[in-house]
Nanobody, 124 residues
Framework: QVQLVEGGGGSVQAGGSLRLSCARSGNTYSGTAIGWFRQAPGKEREVVAAIDIGGRSTYCIDSVKGRFTISQDKAKATIYLQMNGLKTEDTAMYYC?????????????????WGQGTQVTVSS
């Protein structure tokens, strides 16, 4: 079992920054990965970025590359999503999720454990 608690969401103007956090507890394995997802109203939940226990990161949405950075603090068992240059289209509920033995970090079905989500609203 893995428990995940997100934080750091909020409202910001376009061009601003936010840092989301995902505090993890529970067991991890060599194949464990943590992903950040987002879901805008009326849209599918999509993988934004993910990082594995070894620290290897993957960005799954082209529009966030160069603006978002996923990282982890192993001592704190916390995964971060630094979001810079925010755009109105980044507005969504953001979730972190964990999966064991994740082969494809950009595949939603690989993740089994979910946090409750944190809202990010970007205004123009």
């Amino acid at each position: 079992q893995v428990q995940l608690v997100e934080g750091g969401g909020g409202s910001v103007q376009a061009g601003g920054s936010l840092r989301l956090s995902c505090a993890r507890s529970g067991n991890t394995y060599s194949g464990t990965a943590i992903g950040w997802f987002r879901q805008a109203p009326g849209k599918e939940r999509e993988v934004v970025a993910a990082i594995d226990i070894g620290g290897r990161s993957t960005y799954c949405i082209d529009s966030v590359k160069g603006r978002f950075t996923i990282s982890q603090d192993k001592a704190k068992a916390t995964i971060y999503l630094q979001m810079n240059g925010l755009k109105t289209e980044d507005t969504a509920m953001y979730y972190c999720a964990a999966g064991h033995y994740v082969a494809d970090k950009c595949q939603r079905s690989e993740y089994n454990y979910w946090g409750q989500g944190t809202q990010v609203t970007v205004s123009s």
